[in-house]
């Protein structure tokens, strides 16, 4: 069965340094969303992709965090420099599209700890 | 997107039907009622989804109430595998926007 892939799972790093995380969509997904989890609560969305362009990046902190999907398959996100408050779950989804029902795959997730 | 309130905990016994409410009173017309679940250390998982009519798949049912403002999630026969946090998020075609909110944790016990 077809999965979301990222890397790397698990991430420590301390403040001020950069990080970055990638995903891998299930191939075809033209939707691409990356979730962010803090521990305890539902996850948040960061950013919104349909193919290689941005649908909606309205809670993405855009003073150090950065997305993107240039051949609209896999992407990144980035953060420089990291807080100690960006410590959470890192998750990435996609979907066949949007304009209809579907519902979203999510891959594994990366954690990240800032120390 | 309408926002929803779901208990924050909840035990069933093992073989027993848990049924897990969610509330949406704001929800309008056009929006769906959608079914996650978490077990811990992975990303959700889809469950179900529904506009206006009871919804059953392989994985569960989806009750919605007649003037659409709450649901119930059933799973019929829950094994232990089934503890996970359960998330109930509204939306229209585009879940991605939805607000997923702290979900219910339901704990399986034999």
């Known amino acids: 069965e077809a999965e979301v892939a990222q890397s790397p799972r698990y991430k420590i790093t301390e403040k001020s340094q950069a990080v970055a995380f990638w995903c891998d969509p299930i191939?075809?997904?033209?939707?691409l969303y990356w979730y962010r989890q803090i521990l305890g609560q539902g996850p948040e969305l960061l950013v919104q992709?349909?193919?290689?362009?941005?649908?909606?990046d309205s809670q993405l902190p855009k003073d150090r965090f950065s997305a993107e999907r240039l051949k609209g398959v896999d992407s990144t996100l980035k953060i420089q420099p990291a807080e100690l408050g960006d410590s959470a779950m890192y998750l990435c989804?996609?979907?066949?599209?949007?304009?209809?029902?579907?519902?979203?795959?999510f891959g594994p997730g990366t954690r990240l700890t800032v120390l | 997107d309408a926002k929803t309130t779901q208990p924050t905990s909840m035990d069933c016994a093992e073989g027993r039907a848990a049924n897990l409410p969610c509330n949406h009173s704001?929800?309008?017309?056009?929006?769906?009622v959608y079914w996650y679940r978490q077990i811990h250390s992975q990303g959700p998982q889809y469950i179900i989804h529904?506009?206006?009519n009871n919804e059953t798949n392989e994985m569960a049912s989806l009750i919605i109430t007649e003037d659409r403002k709450s649901s119930t999630l059933i799973l019929p026969h829950a094994t232990l595998r089934d503890t996970a946090v359960y998330y109930c998020?509204?939306?229209?075609?585009?879940?991605?926007?939805?607000?997923f909110g702290d979900g219910t944790t339901l704990t399986v016990k034999p």
């Open positions: 704001t929800i309008s017309g056009n929006e769906y």
């Open positions: 992709f349909q193919d290689e362009s941005v649908v909606d």
């Open positions: 998020i509204v939306g229209g075609t585009n879940a991605g926007k939805s607000t």
């Open positions: 989804a996609s979907t066949l599209t949007t304009g209809r029902v579907n519902e979203q795959f």
């Open positions: 529904g506009l206006k």
């Open positions: 191939s075809g997904h033209a939707t």
